[in-house]
């Protein structure tokens, strides 16, 4: 993909969230993502709006 075209919709709903965050008093944002194929270009696209890794989750199903 064009380097130009990356900031799609994900990153404009990243910032219309950011924003609403703000309007809110917000002074913090904490955002979550379910594990994927597309795992390393979200990763990218929040390490480019400044956020920063702070943890990994994994769950098992005992139910199985």
């Known amino acids: ?3 130009a075209h990356r ?6 709903l ?4 950011e924003t609403a965050a703000r309007r809110a008093g917000a002074r913090k944002m904490i955002a979550g993502t ?3 194929r ?6 990218r696209l929040y390490a480019r709006r400044g956020y ?4 990994n989750s ?6 199985a």
């Open 52 to 55: 920063c890794a702070v943890e």
């Open 38 to 43: 597309r795992d390393a270009a979200v990763a």
């Open 7 to 12: 900031f799609g919709v994900g990153g404009l």
């Open 14 to 17: 990243l910032s219309e969230m």
């Open 34 to 36: 379910m594990a994927g």
């Open 1 to 3: 993909v064009d380097p």
């Open 58 to 63: 994994f769950i098992k199903d005992l139910a």
